[in-house]
């Protein structure tokens, strides 16, 4: 049966590098356009953590010759990243798809996302961005000022304010593309963060958690499903520990008892587990899905990955 699915790409199915990226937006087009093969309507969303660190770094340094640049905001390193990130995703779709014959255009859209300026998440940053840093880096960069945090067993990285999303400024234009049947690439890296002050949206300085964007995106449009694509194939209890178990499915209730029981990682799992429930709980019948990019399609049918519904 033919899907409306939103579509958010996780960190390993854009690499980390200039290189890598453009080799693995390849592998990614071709799991996303069987997908649009087998009929399914697809908005494609992504995040942009190693990218938006790798700008942000560049333009620190680039501040600190004698040129001076000036350091750039983070809503505008989010910007930059949309852009490109979108530009590689949407030339390797475009070219996957030629070359099966099927003449969509593949939209980058600069999309905003409001959230508010009270959120409490700008008085605690967790969310992480760029890459993995020393113990002897990342101790300096705190006494730098520089918020820096260690992810459960993986290393230590810097970290920004996440606030929660709350509306998509672009959603009509994201409505527009997909009634023409064309396939949107929107809310890259959660959205560029912007609070509101009358006509005016000023950007914030924060990163959006793209999961929980593509939650809010898949509530607008009314989507069938909300499929999370990352690195692991499906959702685990007791994870890394010798009691760890894979999960097919959850109910909301059992999503809410393993979140209250502190199983998913804060800034990496978790904001998945939340965002796929906050979806399946919107509405009877709306189905998410946490699986490998690979597997998309078995996950689609049913026969892998952990599936949260009512
Ligand atoms: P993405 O780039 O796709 O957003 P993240 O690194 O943010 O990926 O989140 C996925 C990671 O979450 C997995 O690779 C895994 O290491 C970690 N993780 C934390 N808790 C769990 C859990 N309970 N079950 C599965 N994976 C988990
Ligand atoms: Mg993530």
Redesign the pocket.
Known sequence: MKKRIVLAL???ALGKGLAEQMQAVHTTASALADLIQEGHELVITH?N?PQVGMIHQAFEAASATPAHSPVLPMSVCVALSQGYIGYDLQNALRETLRARGINKTVTSLITQVRVDPRDPAFNNPDKPIGSFLSPETAQRLSQEGVNVREE?G?GWRRVVASPMPQEIIEIESIKALLAAGQIPVTVGGGGIPVVADGNQLHGASAVID??RASAVLAQALDADMLII????EK???G?NTPYQKWLDRMSPKEARDYIEAG???P???LP?VEAALAFAESRPGRQALITLLEHAADGIAGRTGTVISQ
Not at 229 to 232: D, F, H, Y
Request: charged share 20%.
């Open positions: 996780g960190g390993n995040g953590g459960a993986r793209k999961d694509l990352t690195a692991v959702v685990a209890i994870y199983e998913f990682a800034g990496s799992m998945k």
